[in-house]
T-cell receptor
Framework: AQKITQTQPGMFVQEKEAVTLDCTYD???????LFWYKQPSSGEMIFLIY??????QNATEGRYSLNFQKARKSANLVISASQLGDSAMYFC???????????FGKGTRLHILP | DGGITQSPKYLFRKEGQNVTLSCEQN?????MYWYRQDPGQGLRLIYY???????QKGDIAEGYSVSREKKESFPLTVTSAQKNPTAFYLC??????????????FGPGTRLTVL
């Protein structure tokens, strides 16, 4: 069964608008972590933000925030005030406690329009 | 600067030839990983290693081989048995611990094209 689902293969957003990238996950482990990575056209993977399953507050890192809804098993990435440089592929990922592997979703390609 | 290096960035090989992709890290991480990425797709795990001289198959290990003779090095060999080797290959590393917050650090990737 797919553990990470990103339902938006591609998105187009006007510059300076906020954008939400969807991610749902599936796990029976109560202890897990959720990650978002950005992959620009150069190919490197850039870590953006992390949310632990026991964290009480939603994670934030600059313009990035994670809308964590545990009961719905949802971990959406919100980018505020989008910039042209935000155009990239974005991957949601999950690690279960005690597992050294991270499971990645298929990604969402974000296009920021000037 | 600490990080992960992969070389070369672009690699071309003839069909039927084995090719080895390099991955070196100076982060002192115990775990290392190899992923394959096809155009427009997510990352699929090929092999991973948590300790020197030990490694485990990932989801798509067929046609690939690895070695882990040193902590900092985890080379991947794409053999002639791999039916469709043209792809982007990413190497990653992380610490091993009881926390779920062990992010993976990635190298810049190698784009392999088999002609």
């Amino acid at each position: 069964a797919q553990k990470i689902t990103q339902t938006q293969p591609g998105m187009f957003v006007q510059e300076k608008e906020a954008v939400t990238l969807d991610c749902t996950y599936d796990t029976s482990d109560p202890s897990y972590g959720l990650f978002w990575y950005k992959q620009p056209s150069s190919g490197e993977m850039i870590f953006l933000i992390y949310q632990g399953s026991y964290d009480q507050q939603n994670a934030t890192e600059g313009r990035y925030s994670l809308n964590f809804q545990k009961a719905r098993k949802s971990a959406n990435l919100v980018i505020s005030a989008s910039q042209l440089g935000d155009s990239a592929m974005y991957f949601c990922a999950m690690r279960e406690l005690g597992d050294d592997k991270i499971i990645f979703g298929k990604g969402t390609r974000l296009h920021i329009l000037p | 600067d600490g990080g992960i290096t992969q070389s070369p960035k672009y690699l071309f090989r003839k069909e039927g030839q084995n090719v080895t992709l390099s991955c070196e890290q100076n982060l002192n991480h115990d775990a290392m990983y190899w992923y394959r990425q096809d155009p427009g797709q997510g990352l699929r795990l090929i092999y991973y290693s948590q300790i020197v001289n030990d490694f485990q198959k990932g989801d798509i290990a067929e046609g690939y081989s690895v070695s882990r003779e040193k902590k900092e090095s985890f080379p991947l060999t794409v053999t002639s048995a791999q039916k469709n080797p043209t792809a982007f290959y990413l190497c990653a590393s992380s610490i091993i611990g009881i926390s779920s917050y062990n992010e993976q650090f990635f190298g810049p990737g190698t784009r392999l094209t088999v002609l």
